[in-house]
């Protein structure tokens, strides 16, 4: 097995913990400046609705980094067990590590769309080929 694929793996796990942390430094002192009360009854939009952008923006980021990137460890690891993890896959998995970092500091400050929307098309390209780079290597 190629291991140093995981690098990049668990590199993008600890800076998704990051961004919670960040998302909880914020929000916590947000809510309770504004007053937030905690109520089950209330969807979570319409609770944390009145925080401002900026505190909102940290959370939108990590929830971000729930979703794509599940693609991204799938098939790192995927390739890390086929003995793949190494040279050009390894360059693309951090690339696409960097991207998404790039990514969350983006959302997360200045929340700029088309800035993000093309950082996120970039990720996107690389974890394309990626993927392609893991089929070929698995068919």
Request: avoid cysteine.
């Amino acid at each position: 097995m190629t291991q140093a694929i995981l690098q990049p793996v668990i590199t993008l796990v600890l800076w998704s913990m990051v961004m919670w942390g960040w998302l909880y430094a914020t929000r916590i002192p947000a809510m309770m400046k504004a007053g937030t009360r905690l109520d089950p009854t209330q969807p979570r939009d319409v609770m944390l609705g009145g925080l401002p952008p900026r505190v909102r923006w940290k959370a939108d980021n990590y929830n971000h980094l729930m979703e794509q990137p599940t693609l991204f460890y799938a098939t790192a690891l995927t390739l890390a067990l086929m003995g793949q993890g190494d040279g050009l896959n390894l360059w693309l998995a951090w690339a696409y590590v960097a991207l998404r970092v790039v990514h969350s500091l983006i959302q997360a400050l200045v929340n700029v769309i088309l800035w993000r929307f093309a950082v996120f098309m970039a990720a996107s390209g690389v974890l394309v080929v990626l993927a392609v780079r893991a089929a070929m290597a698995a068919f």
